[in-house]
């Protein structure tokens, strides 16, 4: 089992930055993969960000440039620092964990809500 505690969000004007942070514990050993997707109402979860616990990193069409995912040594902590952002950054964004290995296992977050107004 992996448990994840999502950090950060809020509001922001456009143009402005906001950071999150996703710590994972429990089973966070094997090869995995963290990340942020984002949903609003109506739509999909959509991808923001991944990385993996080799640090390829993997980012949508429309964040590329203007977001930065990293992740610590240790694995366990995610963070994705958002800037320049615009109203269509908006929405609920949840931390994903993971994790490979006989079968793919996916751990969410509870979500926080990231809002960009004009």
Known sequence: QVQL???GG??????GS?????IASGDVFSPN??????????????LVATI?????TE???SVKGRFRIDRDSN??????????MNPEDTGV?????????LRTQEYWGQGTQVTVFS
């Open 5 to 7: 505690v999502e950090s």
């Open 10 to 15: 809020g509001s922001v004007q456009t143009g």
């Open 18 to 22: 906001l950071s999150l942070t996703c």
């Open 33 to 46: 993969a963290m990340g942020w997707y984002r949903q609003v109402p109506g739509k999909e979860r959509e």
């Open 52 to 56: 993996t616990s080799g640090y390829i």
């Open 59 to 61: 980012y949508a069409e």
């Open 75 to 84: 694995r366990k902590t995610v963070w994705l620092q958002m800037n320049a």
């Open 93 to 101: 964004y949840y931390c994903l964990f993971k994790k490979y290995g």
